[in-house]
């Protein structure tokens, strides 16, 4: 099998990265409406409280309104999703006519006609150089992924994550690490500069984390913490992997969605309920003695009890409260959209998840 990286993003990063852009003749700025940023361009200001296929549609046709040579999205992960999908209208009915029972949705291989440069304000989704988007189809939260979301150009510039609240920093340092971490421990060996670049990410984001965590917010380590978050992407780390070895992504996809909280609060809760189980050695979720190789990367001890300290030191211990009746409609969603021949829970029945949920849920 040859090893290939799948994203061609340019990523410019520095202190006044931003300046460096080229806008070309007829630019379009889409920004979240809540972001006080303002920009001497047309802009288009997208109201996130609510991102699904409408969203969706209406950005499409705004954008094509406007006719743009170079489309800018500067914002959070839900944000860039968006202008991801919307860049190209096809892209809104594939997603209605194939996303209503699976969780994934592969999409075909079309760009727009014009170039992308993204510039995220969040840290941690690496949604910037992705070549996959989040979007809401009725109830569900699909995944959508194709070659062709993934924009020409990124920015990371720690000026547009300035005003980001502590805690959102030291989760997206959290998901960067398990979107390392969980794919490596899901998947069979593979050696060389995957696995080598796999451990120097994960051993940065710790130290990046912990920085984080004694209150260090400053550019720089801001900047550091979204480089590294945006390299998980685009580097070797993630190549010849399971692409759906991180059972815990889907797990807490579900979770959150039913709950109504951020998914990294629910990832928080569910990922040591996963880990206890694959150190007791259901290999359904994992590899133990891969889970303890990446936890040598981090810190001394076992990884369930290892990664609670590390959750209360960085001030993430989840307190995640769900009624049984809740749990119950996340396990079905999860068995429906990820599970049965499908190959992202495929081995698991509903009422696994449900007692995953039902440990890591009060």
């Known amino acids: 099998m040859m090893l290939r990286r799948a994203c061609p993003t340019t990523v410019h990063a520095g202190a006044r990265a931003w300046r460096s852009v080229n806008l070309g003749r007829r630019p379009l700025i889409v920004t979240d409406a809540g972001l006080s940023f303002s920009f001497d361009v047309p802009t ?12 969706v549609r209406a950005l499409s046709s705004q954008i094509a309104d406007h006719a743009p040579d170079v489309l800018v999205g500067v914002g959070g992960g839900a944000v ?3 202008v991801k999908l919307a860049g190209v209208p096809d892209f809104a009915d ?21 170039r992308r440069v993204f510039v995220p304000t969040t840290i941690g989704t690496g949604a910037e150089v992705s070549p ?10 699909r995944l959508a992924i194709g070659n062709a979301l993934a924009p020409e150009s990124a920015v990371l510039d720690p000026a547009f994550t300035e005003t980001l609240p502590p805690v959102l920093l030291r989760e997206g340092v959290l998901e960067a690490l398990l979107r390392v971490v969980g794919p490596f421990v899901g998947s069979p060996r593979i050696g060389g500069l995957p696995d ?6 994960v051993r940065q984001l710790v130290a ?10 400053g550019p720089d380590v801001r900047l550091t913490a979204a480089t590294l978050s945006a390299a998980t992407h685009t580097g070797w780390a993630l190549v010849g992997r399971d692409t759906y070895g991180a059972k815990h992504w889907y797990l807490a996809n579900e979770l959150s969605t039913v709950l109504g909280v951020r998914k990294m609060i629910a990832t928080a809760a569910v990922v040591p309920a996963v880990w ?14 891969r889970l303890v190789e990446a936890w040598s990367w981090i810190s001394d001890g076992t990884p369930v009890s290892g990664l609670h300290s590390l959750l209360r030191r960085w001030d993430l211990a989840p307190s995640l409260v769900s009624t049984a009746d809740q749990r119950a409609e996340a396990s079905r969603r999860a068995e429906r959209s990820w599970g049965g021949r499908l190959p992202m829970l495929a081995d ?15």
Not at 208 to 217: I, Q
Not at 348 to 362: G, R
């Open 44 to 55: 288009i200001r997208l109201d996130t409280t609510s991102t699904d296929l409408g969203t």
């Open 132 to 141: 996959v988007a989040c979007v809401r189809i009725g109830v569900h939260r």
């Open 348 to 362: 698991l029945t509903a009422a696994d998840v449900e007692e995953v949920y039902a440990s890591c849920s009060t």
């Open 94 to 114: 594939v997603l209605e006519a194939r996303g209503q029972r699976a969780g994934v949705v592969g999409l075909p291989n079309i760009s727009p006609a014009f």
């Open 208 to 217: 990046v984390g912990e920085r984080l965590a004694s209150g260090d917010v």
């Open 276 to 289: 206890t189980r694959i150190m007791a050695g259901d290999r359904r979720y994992g590899d133990a003695g």
């Open 80 to 82: 860039l999703d968006v």
């Open 196 to 201: 080598a670049e796999a451990e120097m990410l």
